[in-house]
């Protein structure tokens, strides 16, 4: 795994009583509404927004063949061209992919790759790569790490299979073939176990959920143990979402299932070195490239060579990216969590966005400019999360959260787009 993220480690004593949770008032945070980022990004010439998908420009679902984007939001990236790049776990291809999304949206297969009006940028945590007309790459991915992959989604459902018919039998014949083959996600390039369908069979037996995603767990360290005995042992590993960081092997901490939390829902078997932090990097390479003609971090740089500790992502940034290239950055995404463990006195952060809206307001410090973190709230959809509706983020930051919050969006995907739009328009 990973070297450790200092913000998901967060061993960070609290020094009070092991039952609290709030533990001081909140730190002054340089809060912008949506307007005002509005008027202070609009017109900036060297810009990037760097944004996840699933639960920031569309609504979390139970079943992602399920979900829905907007056709003004696919059109308002097209004019965003050169100042946006999606960042994202999810895949660009395939028939869950987003690709599909955006030719539902337009209501033409192929006027996305005639116009140009993919969302270009980085998926499967960074690698793979896809511009505006769908031309797809896998930068550092062995042939037989594609092979791999391309057998999984077949193991993952008859393993899943026997598991669930024992910790769930009133599924039955039909019903369970049918739970299973929606739960496996067969993604190219990072296939899923999604657990949000049969969480919704169970919906106030947290018992049976944890027991679920601990069966979940152990199912996908199995994969893990059969590819390294196919000798590709350092070719993946398995990402949680959402989780609670890492712990001290560099494993991301499943979140358990409570009361109005369903925790971990996802599970996908991925390439190593497929993390958002190294994406970022690779995305402000071709943001400087495409400006200046000139790779800053060299030509064969992509997220299985980037380093993966956050420091060191942050000082190959500063080494190699001059002042006056590195452009103003706004991270958008939705996917935050902290918890308070009261057995170390600790915080468990974690989240598939904090990583990179971590290392982007980090950049934004180093640099000495106003880069921005923006939250979606996606708990509006179907999955059950904490919401930004509430004041002290509980379940999402927390009073020493390095991470901090330059904008809200309690209004979810909705709100975000609509938001979006005008931006766009304002390039017009």
Known sequence: AATLHPTDTTQ????????????????????????????????????LIVQDLDGVCMDLVKDPLTRRMDRDYVEAVAQMAGRFSVLTNGEHEGKRGVNRLVEQA????????????????LAAGGVQLQNSHGELSHPGVSDEEMAFLAALPERMEKALYERVESLMPVLQGDALHQEV????????VSPT??????????????????????????????????????????????????????DAAGQERLKPAQPGDVGS?????????????????????RHIAARTGTAPLGDNFNVRTAPHDH?????????????????????????????????????LRGGSDRGFLTLLQDIGE??????????VDSSGGEVDRPNLHD?????ISDPEDPLHFNVLMPGGPQQYVTWFRQLADRWT
């Open 265 to 285: 829902t996802d599970l996908p078997f991925m390439l190593r070195g497929a993390l958002t932090e190294a994406g970022l990097l690779a995305l402000l390479q």
């Open 12 to 47: 960070q004593k609290t020094g009070v009583g092991s039952g609290s949770r709030r533990l001081a008032p909140r730190h002054a945070v340089q809060r912008l509404t949506p307007d005002e980022l509005l008027n202070e990004i609009s017109g900036v010439d060297n810009l």
């Open 391 to 395: 004041p002290a983020l509980q379940g």
């Open 106 to 121: 337009l209501g033409d297969p192929g006027r996305a790759a005639h116009d140009g009006l993919y969302l270009p940028g």
């Open 181 to 188: 083959h929606k739960a496996v996600l067969d993604t190219q």
């Open 366 to 375: 180093r640099y000495n400019q106003p880069n921005r973190v923006v939250l």
């Open 193 to 246: 176990i999604n657990l949000n369908g049969l969480f919704s069979l169970c919906p106030n037996d947290v018992s049976l959920q944890q027991s679920l995603q601990r069966m979940l767990e152990e199912l996908m360290h199995d994969l893990l143990a059969q590819a390294e005995g196919q000798g590709l042992g350092n070719s993946f590993f398995l990402h949680v979402a959402p989780n609670l960081g890492r």
């Open 311 to 347: 420091g060191e992502l942050l000082s190959l940034c500063e080494k190699a990216i001059p002042n006056e290239q590195m452009p103003l950055l706004v991270g958008v995404g939705d996917t935050v969590t902290s918890t308070y463990c009261s057995d170390t006195q600790t915080w």
